[in-house]
C-alpha cells in the first residue's frame, strides 16, 4: 500500500479548506500513478528485451508528462528502423484501466506545441486543419491516436474539406514516401477510412466534393489496393478495401444512347473472323462494339476500355441505360457492373487467382453436399432429406457426367475431406476465359455452390428456375411449412434470380455471334 505524500504545511488551520485537501489528493493519486505506469513500462521493456531506444520510447510513453518538441516525429520514424511499436505501447497503457484524465495525459505529445488526444470531433478538426501545416505533423498527429478513440469521437457529420486534407495527408505521407509505406501503415489507413465511411452522412459529404477531389480518392484507394497485394501473401481483390460510397442514385447526364464500333478495338486482343467462339475465349471477338452517351464511349467504374465481344451484348447494354430515367440507379445496372468486375479480372492476375481459389474451397465444402440423414424419426427432417435429394441429385450427375468430379455427401457438420476429384476442377477453370469465370463466380459467392455454378453456367441441363431452386431448397421447403417473412425471404430469391440470369444471359450473348 502506498502512502500519499500530501505536504504537511497544507493541514495548517489558517490554510486548511476541503477544496485545496482534494485538490492535492488528485495531485498526489496522479504522481503515483505516474510512478507506478513507469515502473511497469521498465518491467515490459526488460520482459521484451528492448534496445536502449527501445526502452526509452516505452517509458516515454508511461510518463504522463509531455514529451519535449520534436520528439513526437523522431520517435515515430525511427519505428520503423527499430522493431518496437512505440504506437503499441501508448495504447497498451490507455487501456489498462485508468480514469479518463489519465488516459488523456498518457496520450499527451508535443510536436511544436503541445499535443493531446481530441476530447471530441470539433477539437480535432480545429487542431488538425488550422495547427498542423505540413503532412508530416499530421500524419504523426492521426498515428498516435489510438483507433477507438477516433470511434468514439467521431459521431457527427464529417466534413468534405477534412476528408480530402486527410486523404491528401496519406498520400504526401505514406505512398510517395518509402520508408513509411509499410504493412502497418497500410492497415491503419484501411481501418482509418473504415471509421470515417461509418460517420453520419458520410455519403451527403461526397456529393459536395468536385471532380478533383474524387479522383484524389479513387488514387489513393487504388494505391491501398496496389500496396495490399504487394505486401500481403493472399492477394485481395478491390471488393474487399474500404469504399467511398456515391450514392445509389444520380441525376440522368445524357440524352441519347448508342451502339457503334470501339474506336479503339485495335487497342484490343483479337479472334480471326473464322475462329469458332467457346468458353474458352467468350470474351474476344474480331470487332468489338462500345456503347455510347452522347456520342462518348462508356468505361466501366474502374475506367478501364470496356471492349464488347458482341453485338447482342451491346444492344443488353444500351439497354440498361436507355431504361433509366430522370436518375440513374446504379443497383439496377446489372450488365454493366458484371462487365465491370470481369474487366478488371481479366487485367488483374491477382483477382482472378482470387477467384480461382475461392471456387475451389467452395467446392470442397459445398452446400449441396450436405443434407438431412433420410433415417431420422422426424417426419420435418425425414421430408427435408427427400426433398434435398430430388433437387440436388441432378447437379451431381452433371457434374459427374460432364466434368468427371464426384462429390462425397455429409449428414452432419463432421465432415472428411471431399474426393480427390475435386481437384480437377483447377485445371476446368483454367481453360476457361475470365467472363466465363466470373460468371461461376458470382453465381457461386450468391448460393455458395461452385457446383451449381458449373453445371448451370458450362451446361444446358438446368433453366434459371431450376438452378435456382436447388440453390434455395431449404428455404423453399421451410417457407412452405412456416410460410415467407415478407422483405426477408421474398427480396433474397429476387437477388438470387438477379444474380443467376445476368451470370447465365453474359455467357450467352457474348457466344451470340453475328453470322
Request: with cysteine.
Amino acid at each position: 500500500m502506498y502512502q500519499l505524500k500530501i505536504k504537511q504545511e497544507r493541514f495548517s488551520e489558517d490554510k486548511l479548506t476541503c477544496q485545496e485537501v482534494k485538490r492535492e489528493l488528485g495531485h498526489s493519486l496522479n504522481e503515483e500513478s505516474q510512478r507506478i505506469n513507469v515502473d511497469s513500462a521498465k518491467k515490459r521493456a526488460v520482459l521484451q528485451h528492448m534496445d536502449y531506444d527501445g526502452f526509452r520510447q516505452m517509458v516515454l510513453g508511461a510518463n504522463l508528462k509531455s514529451i519535449k518538441a520534436g520528439s513526437a516525429q523522431n520517435i515515430i520514424t525511427t519505428q520503423y528502423t527499430q522493431n518496437v511499436n512505440f504506437i503499441a505501447s501508448y495504447n497498451a497503457i490507455a487501456n489498462i484501466g485508468y480514469d479518463e484524465e489519465i488516459v488523456r495525459k498518457t496520450l499527451s505529445m508535443a510536436l511544436e506545441d503541445k499535443l493531446e488526444a481530441p476530447t471530441s470531433q470539433e477539437d480535432f478538426e480545429r487542431f488538425f486543419s488550422k495547427k498542423l501545416k505540413d503532412s508530416m505533423k499530421r500524419y504523426t498527429y492521426l498515428r498516435l491516436i489510438d483507433l477507438d478513440h477516433y470511434r468514439k469521437i467521431f459521431t457527427n457529420d464529417f466534413d468534405s474539406e477534412l476528408l480530402i486534407l486527410i486523404i491528401q495527408t496519406f498520400k504526401e505521407q505514406v505512398f510517395s514516401n518509402d520508408s513509411f509505406n509499410t504493412e502497418d501503415e497500410q492497415n491503419f489507413i484501411y481501418e482509418f477510412l473504415e471509421i470515417i465511411v461509418n460517420t453520419p452522412s458520410f455519403k451527403f459529404s461526397l456529393e459536395f466534393l468536385g471532380r478533383k477531389e474524387k479522383e484524389l480518392i479513387q488514387n489513393v484507394l487504388q494505391q491501398l489496393i496496389n500496396h495490399q497485394r504487394r505486401l500481403f501473401s493472399v492477394p485481395k481483390p478491390a471488393s474487399f478495401f474500404p469504399s467511398i460510397p456515391t450514392g445509389q442514385k444520380i441525376k440522368r447526364f445524357y440524352k441519347k444512347v448508342d451502339i457503334v464500333e470501339h474506336p479503339l478495338q485495335d487497342q484490343a486482343p483479337k479472334l480471326l473472323p473464322q475462329d469458332q467462339v467457346g468458353f474458352h475465349n467468350l470474351s474476344l471477338s474480331d470487332k468489338y462494339w462500345a456503347v455510347t452517351l452522347d456520342g462518348r464511349p462508356t468505361k466501366t467504374m474502374f475506367k478501364d476500355n470496356l471492349f464488347i465481344p458482341t453485338k447482342a451484348l451491346a444492344v443488353a447494354l444500351a439497354e440498361e441505360w436507355d431504361s433509366q430515367k430522370e436518375s440513374i440507379n446504379l443497383k439496377s445496372l446489372h450488365i454493366n457492373n458484371f462487365l465491370a468486375k470481369s474487366v478488371r479480372a481479366q487485367l488483374d492476375p491477382a483477382i482472378q487467382d482470387y477467384m480461382k481459389d475461392e471456387l475451389f474451397s467452395i467446392l470442397e465444402s459445398d452446400q449441396i453436399c450436405f443434407r438431412e440423414s433420410e433415417d431420422v424419426q422426424n417426419d420435418y427432417k425425414a421430408g427435408l432429406a427427400k426433398t434435398q435429394k430430388e433437387h440436388t441429385s441432378k447437379v451431381f450427375d452433371i457434374l459427374e457426367r460432364e466434368f468427371q468430379i464426384k462429390l462425397k455427401i455429409y449428414h452432419s457438420l463432421q465432415i472428411d475431406s471431399q474426393d480427390p476429384s475435386v481437384h480437377k476442377l483447377h485445371q476446368i477453370l483454367q481453360d476457361l476465359d475470365q467472363f466465363a469465370v466470373s460468371s461461376i463466380y458470382a453465381i457461386s459467392q450468391s448460393c455458395k455452390s461452385t457446383a451449381i455454378a458449373l453445371s448451370f453456367i458450362l451446361r444446358d441441363e438446368l433453366d434459371i428456375q431450376d438452378a435456382v431452386n436447388i440453390a434455395r431448397v431449404d428455404e423453399n421447403y421451410q417457407s412452405k411449412h412456416f410460410g415467407k417473412v415478407e422483405g426477408a425471404h421474398d427480396f433474397d430469391e429476387a437477388h438470387t434470380i438477379t444474380t443467376f440470369s445476368t451470370a447465365k444471359n453474359i455467357v450467352n450473348l457474348c457466344l451470340l455471334r453475328e453470322v
